[in-house]
């Protein structure tokens, strides 16, 4: 069955370091991968997506993913969390050439970001 | 352009009760997607819509259902609420029908069930 986990329920960072969220997840083959943040309140922002091509993706707010499917891995970074960072960060996988837009979501990582 | 938007924004109902739940897309996006989201449970799919169609449908029993207007506008319906039913209900819409690479979400509905 098709799943994605994010061990991490809750991260604390201090402003300026460096963050790395991680995500594995199972599915039969190469997924769509996807990052989502969630602010109090808000609906879902896309943050990168990985379909094909570069396994390092660029995304916005200055965020990354590296796509290593030895690991069954899709970890999110950032080189220098900044206090707007506080959120809750989702990773999902959708289905690859299916007639859907049906996404699978981990339970999500709350980020706190101390001064 | 307006971006998705849910209505009511937050709704508190008692156990036995019904509700409805609208979702306005994207102007010209033909697809909706609903999600269930739960501090326990995270975010679980409900259904999908592609031109007034069901495409897709999560595990959750059949109090909940939906539907599609021609105008591209969503409706969920919940029956018999549940204390277990309150939750951020999310929808998203696409201008396309596959791959989950161009959904915008709304900020959601808060239910309480009570």
């Known amino acids: 069955a098709q799943s994605v986990t994010q061990p991490d329920i809750h991260i604390t960072v201090s402003e300026g370091a460096s963050l790395e969220l991680r995500c594995n997840y199972s599915y039969g083959a190469t997924p769509y991968l996807f990052w989502y943040v969630q602010s109090p309140g808000q609906g879902l922002q896309l943050l990168l997506k990985?379909?094909?091509?570069?396994?390092l993706v660029q995304g916005i707010k200055g965020f990354e993913a590296e796509f290593k499917r030895s690991q069954s891995s899709f970890n999110l970074r950032k080189p220098s969390v900044h206090w707007s960072d506080a959120a809750e960060y989702f990773c999902?996988?959708?289905?690859?050439?299916?007639?859907?837009?049906?996404?699978?979501f981990g339970t999500g990582t709350l980020l706190a970001v101390q001064p | 352009k307006a971006g998705v938007t849910q209505t009511p924004r937050y709704l508190i109902k008692t156990r036995g009760q019904q509700v409805t739940l609208s979702c306005s897309p994207i102007s010209g996006h033909r697809s909706v997607s609903w999600y269930q989201q739960t501090p326990g449970q995270g975010l679980q799919f409900l259904f999908e819509?592609?031109?007034?169609?069901?495409?897709n449908k999560g595990n959750f029993p059949g109090r909940f259902s939906g539907r599609q207007f021609s105008n591209s506008r969503s409706e969920m319906n919940v029956s018999t609420l549940e204390l277990g039913d309150s939750a951020l209900y999310l929808c998203a819409s696409s201008p396309t029908g596959e791959n989950g690479e161009k959904l915008f979400f709304g900020s959601g509905t808060q239910l309480s069930v009570l």
């Open positions: 990985y379909f094909s091509g570069d396994t």
């Open positions: 999902a996988v959708g289905a690859r050439g299916g007639a859907t837009n049906k996404l699978i």
């Open positions: 819509y592609f031109s007034e169609t069901q495409r």
